[in-house]
């Protein structure tokens, strides 16, 4: 029996998108989310927003290393065909362009993965360039970045004025001609998104950005209605998992209750006897 082996989409595959098919992304943190969407996703990102998702965070800001590195393997070992690109946690990059190496290989090795992402734009070239001339693709991500959230007074979205606007296109070039692979352009006004999308030789992946970017990309939870609480205007919600899980709760809670559930059939029985 021979079977197929599934070639994983490289990060020059990525970047060869620039202009062509719309490069689709979500993020993912867990194996069996990862394994459900690989088939359909040409690159999941497992993002510090796994602080907020999955550990109930009120920012990204007290992410470490190792969970992602953890989310990382658990991704890595749910998906076959997907660029997988995991993200620097705040704090973990920002000191030196030496720190960003010592964190960035180490997310690599120990999980695997094709590529990291950090926030920043000018301030972040230097990096940039140091842990690409190293060997560690990276992918920037600009706008409206997270991880500067206390310093932003909450998460703004940017380019409303003509002086944002300028900034986040120096960001943008800044970031490219460091040698990124992509961008993510996260809360950045349409036309601004849309500039920086026609300016850059790199592809550049919206969120809350433009429909004319090389890829979108959206947290997965937000599609699945995971929460019923507030939803950013840039969201489409394409379930309401969040209340069927909420009903299935239910159901079980009331059935265990009334000793409905479990029946016979879900009990064992010993050896020998009649189901
Ligand atoms: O952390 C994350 O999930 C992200 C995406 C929202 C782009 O950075």
């Avoid at 995991?86 to 964190?103: H, N, V």
């Avoid at 990309?217 to 609480?229: A, R, W, Y």
């Amino acid at each position: 029996m021979t079977t197929k082996r599934i070639r994983r989409i490289t990060v020059p595959d990525i970047q060869a998108r620039k202009n062509k098919l719309p490069i689709v992304s979500l993020t993912a943190y867990t194996t069996p989310i990862a394994r459900l969407m690989d088939p359909y996703v040409d690159l999941i990102l497992v993002g510090d927003s796994l602080g907020m998702v999955i550990y109930g965070m009120p920012t990204t800001l007290g992410v470490t290393t190792d969970m992602m590195i953890a989310h990382g393997c658990a991704v890595m070992r749910g998906s076959q065909q997907a660029c997988v690109v995991i993200d620097l946690p705040f704090g973990s990059y920002q000191e030196s362009p030496q720190q960003a190496f010592q964190t960035a290989s180490r997310i690599l090795k120990e999980t695997g993965a094709s590529a990291v992402k950090l926030e920043g734009g000018e301030e972040m070239a230097e990096t940039v360039s140091f842990l690409t001339q190293r060997g560690i693709p990276v992918c920037g991500h600009i706008g409206l970045m997270p991880q500067s959230v206390q310093t932003m007074g909450g998460f703004k979205v940017s380019g409303k004025n003509e002086e944002q606007s300028n900034k986040v296109l120096k960001d943008g070039q800044a970031i490219a001609n460091a040698g990124a692979f992509a961008v993510v352009l996260e809360g950045v006004v349409e036309p601004v998104a849309k500039m920086i999308t026609q300016n850059l030789a790199i592809p550049t992946i919206g969120i809350g950005a433009s429909p004319t970017c090389d890829g979108q990309v959206l947290v997965s939870d937000d599609i699945f209605g995971v929460f019923d609480e507030f939803t950013p205007r840039f969201v489409k919600r394409y379930a309401t998992i969040g209340k069927q899980m909420e009903e299935a709760v239910k159901t079980y809670a009331q059935e265990v209750k009334e000793r409905s559930f479990p029946a016979m059939e879900h009990c064992f029985q010993p050896v020998g006897k009649a189901k």
